[in-house]
């Protein structure tokens, strides 16, 4: 990228007409998104998070702009859910929404471009296994202790005998 980027300003007025036209295409993304670079497998019971429009899109674009089919309403984006349902092109998810004074569980069908796996509870895992992990038995603390009605006794090694 950047020795292209480089032979097109190295060749001065020549090139600039390619890099005006040429140049915002290629560093902004577009067209269709391949699936095994972007996209994990879900299963049940995943906790995924549906996710926001790009970051330079309008704030309230839910899922990925460049596909519109299965899409989520815009009460929907940004938060976080368990999927209960796994199709061929889409994920039931069960998402909490505030409905006047209640929160609801709502399930939802969006497609996976609109989903990603969430990164909330790799926090708790990692926690867990770190304290499921094996620990040396900690040194007893120090303590005096009383020789009163406990003479100390002697030991000494007994001596070698040779028997033959």
């Not at 032979?7 to 890099?19: A, K, N, P, R």
């Not at 199709?87 to 929404?97: D, E, R, W, Y």
């Not at 989903?115 to 926690?127: G, N, P």
Request: with cysteine; charged share 25%; glycine share 8%.
């Amino acid at each position: 990228m950047k020795a292209m980027l480089k032979s097109i300003l190295e060749g001065g007025v020549s090139g600039l007409s390619f890099f005006l036209s040429a140049v915002p295409a290629i560093l902004r993304a577009t067209g269709v998104i391949s699936h095994h670079d972007e996209h994990k497998r879900q299963e049940e019971g995943d906790e995924v998070h549906v996710q926001q429009g790009l970051p330079q899109a309008w704030p309230h674009s839910p899922g990925t702009g460049t596909i519109q089919k299965g899409m989520p309403h815009k009460c929907y984006h940004g938060k976080t859910g368990r999927v209960y349902n796994v199709t061929q092109h889409a994920v039931g998810i069960i998402v909490n929404k505030q409905v006047k004074g209640k929160i609801l569980a709502k399930r939802i069908n969006v497609r996976i471009e609109h989903v990603k796996h969430s990164k909330s509870r790799d926090s708790f895992l990692q926690r867990v296994k770190e304290n499921e992990k094996r620990k040396p038995t900690a040194p007893r603390d120090a303590r005096f202790v009383s020789t009163k009605g406990n003479e100390p006794q002697l030991l000494e090694p007994i001596p070698y005998e040779f028997m033959a």
